[in-house]
C-alpha cells in the first residue's frame, strides 16, 4: 500500500513536467548562487573601498599611502573615480571624504593627520618616542560590520611593510628614551645599522616600481596597533540598532514576493473551478480583472509592509515616523512591482504546482542577487551588476537611502522610476499571457 502511494506521487509529478522540472532547478539555482558569492577567490572577500586624506603630505604619509594603494586587500583612491570624458577630480579632503562614506561611495575613509610624519607610531596614547603619536582617523559606514577593522588591520601590514626603517627608527628613540640616554659607541652602530635598513628598502621600493607585482607576502596577524586610529561611525551613529535599520527593506521586499505570488495564483483555483468562465461571461473584461487583482495584490502588500516596519518601530526602534514620507513611496513603487511579478508568474502557469515551484525559484534567486539574503557589498562585483536585473535591489537601494543614509525623497527618482518601469512591464506581460483564458 505505501510503495503504492508513493508511486503515485511520482506519477502525478511526472505528469506536471513544470513542476518536475522546477523541482530540480531551484536547488541548483540556489546553490550555484551561494558559490559564486562565498566561493569566489577561494573564499576572499572583496577588496575594500577607501578614501585616503592625506593632510601630512610627508615622506612617511606618502609611503604609507603608497603602501596602502598597493595592498590588494583594499581599493584605495586619494580622489573619486573620474567620469568618462571629464576633468580629473579633486583630491579628498576631510569633508569630501565623509561625504562619500556617507553616500555609500566608499565604505570606509582614513584621514592621515598633520604630524603623523613626527610621530608615526604608538600604543594608545604615547608614542615610541615618549610623545603622543598622531592617530589615523578611520570613517566607517556601520552597515558594513567589518570594513574598518580589515581596513586597520591592513594598515598595520602596509606600515610594517613600506617603512620598516621608520618603525626600527622608532624603536631606537623609546629605548633611548627609557634607558637615559645611549652611549656614543651604541649610537654609531645604531646609526649604521639604521643607514644599511634605510638603503634596503630603498633598494625594494626601486625593484617595485621596476615592476614587481602589487600586493606584499602574506604576514602573521599583528595583535597590537602599531599605527595608532580613531574608528568613527560616521553613518548610521546615531541609530539605536542599526542593522535592523538596514535589513528591515531585505527581508519585508523577499517575504512580499511571496505574499503577491500567493494572491496572483488566485486565477488559476477561478479557472480549475470554471469561476473564470463565469467572470469573463459577464460585463468583466480580463484587463478589468487583471488591474482588480494587481490592486488587491498591492494593498494586501503594502499592508504587510507597513505592519511589518510598524512592528520594527515599536520593537527595534526602527525610525519609520521620522522617514514615514519616504517609506510611503518606497513601499508603494514596491508593491507594485512585486504583484505585478506575481501576476505574470501566475499568468504563465497552467497550475498550482508549477506556480509554487516557479515562485520558489524567481524569489529565492532574486532575493539571493538582489540582497534580500545576503549584503551586495560583500558579492563579487560580477554578482552585484547581475543583481541590478532584479527590482530586489533597487527597492533594497531605495529604502536604504531612507533609513539608513536619511536622503531626502528627491534622491529616490532612480529607484521608483525603475520600480514603476517593472510594474509596468510585468503587467503588460500577464496581460498578454492571460489570452489563453479569453480563448478557452
Keep these: ?49 577607501v578614501a585616503i586624506v592625506d593632510e601630512d603630505q610627508s615622506a612617511v604619509s606618502r609611503r604609507l599611502v603608497e603602501a596602502l594603494q598597493n595592498e590588494g586587500g583594499l581599493r584605495a583612491e586619494t580622489a573619486p573615480s573620474a567620469a568618462k570624458g571629464g ?55 556601520s552597515s558594513d560590520p567589518v570594513g574598518a577593522q580589515v581596513v586597520y588591520g591592513l594598515i598595520q601590514k602596509a606600515a610594517i611593510q613600506s617603512m620598516p626603517d621608520v618603525m626600527a627608527s622608532e624603536e631606537m628613540r623609546m629605548l633611548d628614551h627609557l634607558s637615559g640616554g645611549l652611549t656614543s659607541g651604541q649610537r654609531a652602530r645604531i646609526d649604521s645599522s639604521m643607514s644599511g635598513l634605510r638603503a634596503y628598502v630603498e633598494a625594494r621600493r626601486n625593484a617595485r616600481d621596476g615592476g614587481a607585482a602589487k600586493g606584499g607576502a602574506k604576514t602573521e596577524p599583528i595583535s597590537r596597533g602599531i599605527i595608532s586610529a580613531d574608528i568613527r561611525d560616521v553613518v548610521g551613529e546615531s541609530k539605536k540598532n542599526p542593522l535592523v535599520a538596514f535589513y528591515a527593506a531585505g527581508i519585508g521586499v523577499m517575504f512580499l514576493l511571496f505574499s503577491a505570488s500567493a494572491a496572483g495564483g488566485a486565477i488559476l483555483d477561478e479557472s480549475d473551478s470554471g469561476t473564470l468562465d463565469r467572470i469573463l461571461a459577464s460585463r468583466v473584461t480580463m484587463t478589468s480583472l487583471l488591474l482588480g487583482k494587481w490592486a488587491y495584490a498591492a494593498l494586501l502588500g503594502f499592508t504587510q509592509l507597513a505592519v511589518m ?65 545576503v ?66
Excluded at 579628498?92 to 570606509?108: K, M
Excluded at 519609520?320 to 510611503?328: E, R, V, Y
Excluded at 533594497?396 to 536619511?406: A, L, M, P, S, Y
Excluded at 521608483?416 to 499571457?433: K, Q
Aim: a positive charge; aromatic letters at 12%.
Design 1 to 49: 500500500m505505501i510503495l503504492s502511494i508513493v508511486r503515485a506521487g511520482f506519477m502525478n509529478l511526472r505528469r506536471d513536467r513544470g513542476a518536475l522540472t522546477l523541482s530540480f532547478i531551484v536547488p541548483i539555482a540556489f546553490f550555484s548562487i551561494f558559490a559564486g558569492i562565498f566561493g569566489s577567490r577561494g573564499g576572499g572577500m572583496n577588496p575594500v573601498q
Design 309 to 373: 516596519f510598524l512592528w520594527g518601530a515599536f520593537a527595534f526602534q526602527v525610525e519609520l515616523f521620522k522617514h514615514l514620507d519616504g517609506f510611503l513611496i518606497m513601499a508603494t513603487a514596491t508593491v507594485l512591482a512585486s504583484s505585478g511579478l506575481g501576476l505574470m508568474l501566475a499568468a504563465s502557469c497552467k497550475t498550482r504546482a508549477q506556480l509554487g515551484a516557479l515562485t520558489t525559484l524567481v524569489v529565492l534567486v532574486m532575493s539571493a542577487l538582489g540582497g534580500s539574503m
Design 87 to 141: 576633468a580629473a577630480p579633486a583630491p579628498y579632503d576631510s569633508r569630501s571624504a565623509e561625504a562619500a562614506v556617507r553616500a555609500g561611495d566608499v565604505s570606509v575613509a582614513v584621514v592621515i593627520p598633520k604630524g603623523f610624519g613626527a610621530a608615526p607610531t604608538g600604543f594608545g596614547s604615547e608614542g615610541f618616542s615618549g610623545q603622543a603619536g598622531a592617530k589615523l582617523r578611520i570613517l566607517n559606514d
Design 375 to 440: 549584503p551586495r557589498f560583500i558579492m563579487p562585483e560580477s554578482l552585484q551588476k547581475i543583481g541590478l536585473v532584479t527590482f530586489n535591489a533597487w527597492a533594497i537601494d531605495g529604502f536604504t537611502k531612507v533609513f539608513w543614509r536619511e536622503e531626502p525623497v528627491s534622491h529616490l527618482g532612480p529607484q521608483v522610476f525603475v520600480l514603476l518601469g517593472a510594474a509596468a512591464l510585468f503587467f503588460t506581460i500577464a496581460r498578454r499571457l492571460a489570452r489563453r483564458w479569453e480563448v478557452a
